[in-house]
């Protein structure tokens, strides 16, 4: 069965360095996401990708996130200079489209550890 | 602001006890989602409600959904110990509820 991975599984850095989190989404999929979760909190969406372009953020994702399908294949997050409150587990998700019937299909995240 | 609120927070039942969670959202959505997530592990969708009225059911667990009243539940029947675990409702675009974290004990 196809599955959404993610690499690196745990990733610790310094505060102010940058960290590039890196998904695979499933093949056939067009539609791809970011989200995080703070250790013991609910799941926040950070952004969405259709097309080679974001379809839409939300307020966490600020000017210090990126993201890029640099082939086609990888689904990146990249964290410019990254801050002790960054520190969160970080879900990739892909879905075939975006209609009702477009479940999202999530990988098993990567716990980012700031220092 | 969309706000997806569940109750209880947490909750510990004894193995054979049936209970429900609820999931209530502040606006219009034009679906539900239930997904399970055990500790220090990803997201496990377990249902898509996408109508009012909408019921469905796997194994224990049974998610129905009213649009009106912008309230989903998610009903265990004869909890069992496998079924620990943390529960999120989400709706459209998701936005995720706050969570059940769920503890069956024997």
């Known amino acids: 069965e196809p599955e959404v991975t993610q690499t690196p599984s745990h990733q610790v850095t310094q505060m102010g360095q940058e960290v590039i989190l890196r998904c695979v989404p499933i093949?056939?999929?067009?539609?791809f996401y970011w989200y995080r979760q703070i250790l013991g909190q609910k799941v926040e969406f950070l952004v969405s990708?259709?097309?080679?372009?974001?379809?839409?953020k939300s307020e966490i994702f600020d000017d210090q996130f990126s993201v890029e399908r640099p082939d086609g294949s990888n689904f990146t997050l990249k964290i410019r200079s990254t801050k002790l409150e960054d520190s969160a587990m970080y879900f990739c998700a892909s879905s075939l489209g975006r209609g009702p019937y477009n479940e999202q299909f999530f990988g098993p995240g990567t716990r980012l550890t700031v220092l | 602001e969309l706000k997806v609120e569940q109750n209880p927070l947490f909750l510990s039942m004894q193995e054979g006890k049936n209970y429900t969670i609820y999931c209530n959202y502040s606006?219009?959505?034009?679906?539900l989602y239930w997904y399970r997530q055990d500790p220090g592990k990803s997201l496990e969708s377990l249902f898509v409600?996408?109508?009012?009225?909408a019921v469905k059911q796997e194994g224990r667990l049974m998610a129905s959904l009213d649009t009106k009243a912008r309230l989903s539940t998610l009903h265990i029947t004869a909890a069992v110990h496998d079924l620990s675990a943390t529960y999120f409702c989400?709706?459209?675009?998701?936005?995720f509820g706050t969570g059940t974290r769920l503890q069956v004990f024997p």
């Open positions: 093949s056939n999929h067009l539609y």
């Open positions: 409600l996408l109508s009012n009225g």
């Open positions: 606006t219009t959505s034009d679906r």
């Open positions: 989400a709706v459209h675009k998701l936005i």
């Open positions: 990708f259709y097309n080679n372009e974001i379809s839409e």
